[in-house]
């Protein structure tokens, strides 16, 4: 996936190319698409640096200790993402990996929680106090930000963590 986000981005910079213009876009019908293609879109590089290093620590400590990323990260993407879409301003574009980091960071704390067991306890944990800052991401005020894809993806990755954790 990581490979796919820098790829996009490469061609977005492109003269005349742009990709962006695919995010949520609230409550129109074309920005439905956006649901599945805004993880994959990034504001520039610095935008997608940001979300990088997140996505592959956090993506990994799924992947290695519950072996349910991809039901996680399909989760987060739809969830998260059609929560976005229902809420957020109308007019406006939300792209960017970060509901799906917000996603992993609340499943992972949920989780722990949830299953009790020791590995998780102390990978929810790691989480809080390495990832505990972006809870602020989650209120609105910071221009430009989507607050409501960080908000509806962390309430996604809680969701994917009880919905998961039945089926485990």
Do not use: C
């Amino acid at each position: 996936m990581i490979a796919l986000m820098w790829g996009q981005e490469i061609v977005d910079q492109l003269p005349g190319v742009d990709l962006d213009q695919y995010g949520i876009r609230p409550r129109s019908a074309e920005g439905l698409a956006g649901i599945v293609s805004a993880p994959f879109l990034h504001g520039g590089f610095d935008h997608l640096i940001a979300n990088t290093g997140a996505f592959l620590v956090l993506g990994s400590l799924i992947a290695l200790t519950t072996r349910k990323f991809w039901p996680v990260t399909i989760g987060v993407a739809l969830l998260g993402g059609l929560g976005t879409w229902l809420v957020a301003a109308a007019n406006t574009n939300h792209i960017g990996a970060s509901g799906l980091v917000y996603g992993f960071a609340a499943f992972l704390v949920a989780w722990g929680v949830l299953t009790r067991r020791l590995l998780s306890l102390v990978v929810s944990i790691l989480v809080v106090v390495m990832y505990g800052g972006i809870v602020v991401g989650v209120l609105p005020g910071q221009p430009g930000i989507s607050w409501q894809g960080h908000l509806f993806g962390a309430l996604a990755g809680v969701v994917m963590a009880f919905v998961l954790r039945r089926k485990g």
